[in-house]
Every structure is written in structure tokens, then in C-alpha cells.
């Protein structure tokens, strides 16, 4: 069999398939549940990659798309083919493309560093030209192209496996993930932005939160004061698990299958639940203890509820951005698109009711991973590739940098006094009518939903689905230092160890990076530095 791999970098994981090249059939699936940069969300990724090197960042990344390679089943020499679609962060330093033009956002600054923008258009090359690809001899790489260089392929992915270009509705297409890409059509012109809305709706920065993945809570619904919980098995499909009480945990309905968490679409559905029953008040939830106990231990605190707030509110106020540059109000919008694991997963209906979904929309249409899906078609066709350069050159587009932009500012803040300080929803329309902004009101109408797949990967193959808990990436340094070993107690994901030679070893997909660095503000400044670290070779 001649074996390729398509792979989707996203900024909370990687998602891979091992592909027939001649019939195109999909063998087998691998997802991680991590990204192998430090940190959890797209800032991050780039803090680290512009503070200690892009070269350590490629490094991370190109050792943990050979671990998942290896996990496919495949051996070096097997390779034939290899295609990665993902944001234009993940993707340019796969590649080792400098990324300055992406970690800065004004125009000035730019000028100042003489900061020049980068080529991002498709690709082939042969794997031995890239750093730590030269095991695969017999590969060639294909990357799909970027609209513009802040609009990358994977948004490229999502308006046209989404058939968005072919709408005559003001619609919009949004990725629920982290970097929440999204675009809006008005009159066949695109306007795109990506809100960086943080992990918490890939079930990241939640207490009890894990990326989807088998045996995690998936969605909830209150029945008789009770909490029914529906958890993903192990193909990624949603059941109905154990009814709980919410107030304690207690099983008031038996189900075999476990819970080790809670991913996005469970926090969207809690918080959906929770406030329509009124156990969630924003900010808080009245419980005895303050907390919403589900089933098999998990439980939702109330930093949950701010964290899943800040998330929602983000992608609204990306919406209200884009509509406010459109020209256009949020009620024009019609028709809705999601895609990625979380646009897969959550109810549609209650992604509405949250704000999550424009509220005046007749339709929301999910179409799953579109990133993994343009992986996979330009692995098979050298011919898809080509044409997804000439589309990416022919839209007319329009992006909107919502790190400068008024209105996504004005918006976001008032979102955060919603949200998190319990700022009535009537305050949240006065003061955005008061700023000149496009309303928004709360969903009253039912829409219509088009569920175009079950899962985010409708197909894993033969060989079923493997999750990968461990990428496998570490960072390394010699250091010279008292045995106190604080920098191992103040960790909170146990990501450091040291050995009796002063060896130390950072698990890279559990540090949370420039979000953390409490290993560097704990040890003396001339002993535990990063600028110190290197990548260790798999």
C-alpha cells in the first residue's frame, strides 16, 4: 500500500490520518490532546516562539507530527506523502517561516522592525527539506495557501468545505476552537477575523476540562432538577450516561459508561442548562458548595463559568466586529456555519440560546473538521492544491484585526461585565446601542439545524481511533543549582522533573508557558533559564 498522512495542526491538538494514496480510503486515526508548544492558546504559542526561538517552537512540532506518524503504524521509509493544514502561527513554524508578521498587529511597530510580510502560498516540497523531516527520505510535503497572511488555510478550509462562497444569504462561518476563526459574506464580499477566544470551549482551562475525546462529558440537560450527562464513547459518539444530582453527585440514574472530564460542548451545555434553570446566575452557581457536580466526580466551579463566559463573549463580539465593519446589523445575518470539534459536538440549539450563534439566524448548518478534510483532499490530488491557490488569490476579502479594532474592543469589554461581574443584559444593549454598535438581543426564535456529520472526523478508519495522551516533546537544560527543586513545587501541571545530574526535563505539551512561569520567577534568574532550553531529539 502506498501510505500517505494529512494532518491538521490546531493550537489545542493534533488530529492525523493515515491515508490509501491509491484508493484514498482512511486507515486509521491519532489525535493528541495537547498542542506540543507550551502553553494553551494561539499568545502563548507566539510569546515562546518569539522569546526563545522559532527554532525550539519547529522543533516541538515537527518531533510531535513524527511521534503521531509513528502511532499511524508508519515507518520512515513508508512515507510517500505528507499534507498539514492549520492557522498560519502552526503552520509557518512547521514550515520555519518567521512569524513576526503575525505576532504583531500594528502597521507601526511592523515599520519600526522592519517587519516584512511573508509568502504563505501552497506548497510542495520534499520532507528532507524541512529540519527533522529528513527521516522520511522517500516523502514530499504539501501545505495548502493562506487568503492573506493573518487569513491562513485552515480559514481558507472553512469557507470552502462550508459552501459559504456559494450562499446568497448574509451568512457567517465560524471554527469554535481556539483561535475562533470567522468569516462573514455580505454581497459576495468576505470579511474575516479570528478572536482568539482562549481554550475554554476545547474543554481547556476548565477545571475538569479535557480536549474531545472518548469517555468525556459531551452535553448535559437538566430532567426533574436532575443533571442528565451524555458522554462521547470510545468512536467519538454521543451517549446518554448517568442522571446525577447536581447538588452532590449522587447517581439517581445508573450508566456503565465513565466520565474522566468535561469538553467544550459539555461547558457550553452547562452553562446553557444552568442558566435557563436558574442553578447559574451569572457569576455564580447556587449550589450549597458553589459548585455543579456531575457525574463520576467532575464538577464546574464557578471559575469555569467565567472562563466559558469570556470564551462565548469573545465570539460575539467577533460577530458584532464583523457586522459593524459589513456595515451591516447582527439581526441581517441568516444563515450560520460551524465547524472544528466544538462546532461538531455542541448542541447547535443551545450555542444559540448562549449567544455563541447570531440570534436572529434561521439556519445553522454543522460541517465538522474542514482543516483535516483540505489535509486529506490535497494529499490525494496535487490538482486540489492548485486550485485552492487560485480561490485564495480570487476572494475578495476584508480583514478585520480585531487586536486594534474599536468595536471589538467596546464589545469584548462589556461582554467581560456580563459574564463575569453579573452586568444585566438590558446594560449590555444600552451601552452598546449607546457606542453605536449593532444590537444584539437574546434568541427567541427555533432554528433550524442541518447536522452534516456525527462526529468532528466522520470517518476514523479500519483501525479505528487512537488518542495519544502523551505527544512525547520534551525541553532540556543543564543547570547548576541548590537541591531545593522549587522549580518542580510550584509547577501546577507536574511538567518538570531534574535529575540527580541537574538534568532538566519540561514536558512542553503540559507547561502553560507564558501564562505560568512560575519555575522562572521561583529559581534564581542566573540558574533556570529558558533562553537555556533545547529541543530533545525523539
Given at each position: 500500500m502506498r501510505v500517505g498522512v494529512a494532518v491538521d495542526i490546531g493550537t489545542?491538538?493534533?488530529?492525523?490520518?493515515?491515508?490509501?494514496?491509491?484508493?484514498?480510503?482512511?486507515?486509521?486515526?491519532?489525535?493528541?490532546?495537547?498542542?506540543?508548544?507550551?502553553?494553551?492558546?494561539?499568545?502563548?504559542?507566539?510569546?515562546?516562539?518569539?522569546?526563545?526561538?522559532?527554532?525550539?517552537a519547529h522543533g516541538l512540532h515537527v518531533n510531535a507530527v513524527r511521534k503521531v506518524i509513528e502511532q499511524l503504524g508508519i515507518k520512515p521509509e513508508e512515507l510517500e506523502r505528507l499534507a498539514i493544514c492549520g492557522n498560519p502561527i502552526q503552520l509557518s513554524i512547521f514550515q520555519g517561516i518567521p512569524i513576526d508578521d503575525l505576532a504583531y498587529a500594528g502597521e507601526r511597530k511592523k515599520e519600526k522592525l522592519n517587519i516584512k510580510e511573508q509568502k504563505r502560498d501552497a506548497a510542495i516540497l520534499n520532507c528532507s527539506d524541512v529540519p527533522g523531516l529528513e527521516v522520511y527520505p522517500n516523502a514530499t510535503l504539501r501545505i495548502p495557501p493562506a487568503i492573506k497572511h493573518e487569513i491562513g488555510a485552515d480559514a481558507l478550509a472553512l469557507i470552502i468545505k462550508s459552501g459559504f462562497l456559494e450562499t446568497t444569504d448574509i451568512a457567517i462561518a465560524t471554527d469554535y476552537g481556539t483561535n475562533a476563526e470567522m468569516a462573514l459574506i455580505v454581497n459576495g464580499t468576505i470579511y474575516t477575523g479570528s478572536a482568539a477566544a482562549g481554550p475554554a470551549l476545547e474543554g481547556q482551562q476548565i477545571a475538569h476540562g479535557k480536549l474531545a475525546s472518548p469517555f468525556v462529558i459531551s452535553d448535559v440537560e437538566f430532567e426533574n432538577g436532575n443533571l442528565r450527562n451524555y458522554v462521547l464513547d470510545e468512536e467519538m459518539n454521543t451517549t446518554k450516561a448517568k442522571l446525577v444530582d447536581p447538588k452532590n453527585g449522587e447517581v439517581v440514574e445508573d450508566h456503565p459508561l465513565k466520565a474522566k472530564g468535561i469538553t467544550g460542548t459539555g461547558v457550553i451545555a452547562v452553562v446553557d442548562a444552568g442558566m435557563k434553570n436558574g442553578v447559574i446566575q451569572l457569576p455564580k452557581i447556587n449550589t450549597p458548595d458553589h459548585i455543579l457536580h456531575l457525574q463520576d466526580k467532575v464538577k464546574f466551579f464557578e471559575q469555569d463559568v467565567s472562563e466559558a463566559g469570556l470564551a462565548m463573549g469573545a465570539l460575539r463580539a467577533g460577530h458584532l466586529a464583523l457586522c459593524k465593519a459589513a456595515g451591516i446589523e447582527v439581526s441581517d445575518i441568516r444563515k450560520a456555519y460551524m465547524s472544528g470539534a466544538a462546532g461538531t459536538y455542541m448542541d447547535a440549539v443551545k450555542a444559540h440560546h448562549v449567544g455563541m450563534v447570531p440570534f436572529n439566524v434561521d439556519e445553522v448548518i454543522q460541517i465538522g473538521n474542514t482543516s483535516l478534510s483540505v489535509a486529506r483532499e490535497i494529499l490525494l490530488s496535487e490538482d486540489r492544491l492548485w486550485e485552492l491557490q487560485d480561490i485564495a488569490r480570487k476572494i475578495l476579502s476584508n480583514h478585520v484585526m480585531f487586536a486594534t479594532d474599536p468595536a471589538f474592543k467596546d464589545a469584548y469589554i462589556q461582554e467581560i461585565s456580563y459574564w463575569t461581574e453579573g452586568m444585566p443584559f438590558k446594560m449590555l444593549q444600552k451601552i452598546l446601542k449607546k457606542k453605536g454598535l449593532p444590537i444584539i438581543e437574546e434568541a427567541s426564535k427555533t432554528v433550524k439545524v442541518d447536522r452534516r456529520v456525527q462526529r468532528d472526523i466522520p470517518v476514523l478508519g479500519e483501525e479505528g481511533l487512537e488518542v495519544l495522551e502523551q505527544v512525547g516533546t520534551y525541553l532540556t537544560m543543564k543547570v547548576d543549582c541548590p537541591e531545593c527543586q522549587k522549580c518542580i513545587k510550584v509547577c501546577p501541571t507536574d511538567a518538570i522533573s531534574i535529575d540527580d545530574e541537574g538534568v532538566v526535563m519540561i514536558r512542553s505539551d503540559l507547561c502553560d508557558g507564558s501564562n505560568c512561569k512560575r519555575c522562572i520567577r521561583a529559581c534564581p534568574p542566573d540558574k533556570f533559564q529558558w533562553k537555556n532550553l533545547k529541543v530533545m531529539e525523539i
Open positions: 489545542s491538538g493534533i488530529r492525523a490520518q493515515k491515508v490509501d494514496l491509491d484508493s484514498g480510503e482512511i486507515k486509521k486515526t491519532v489525535i493528541t490532546l495537547r498542542n506540543p508548544l507550551p502553553g494553551a492558546n494561539i499568545m502563548d504559542h507566539l510569546d515562546f516562539a518569539i522569546n526563545y526561538g522559532q527554532d525550539l
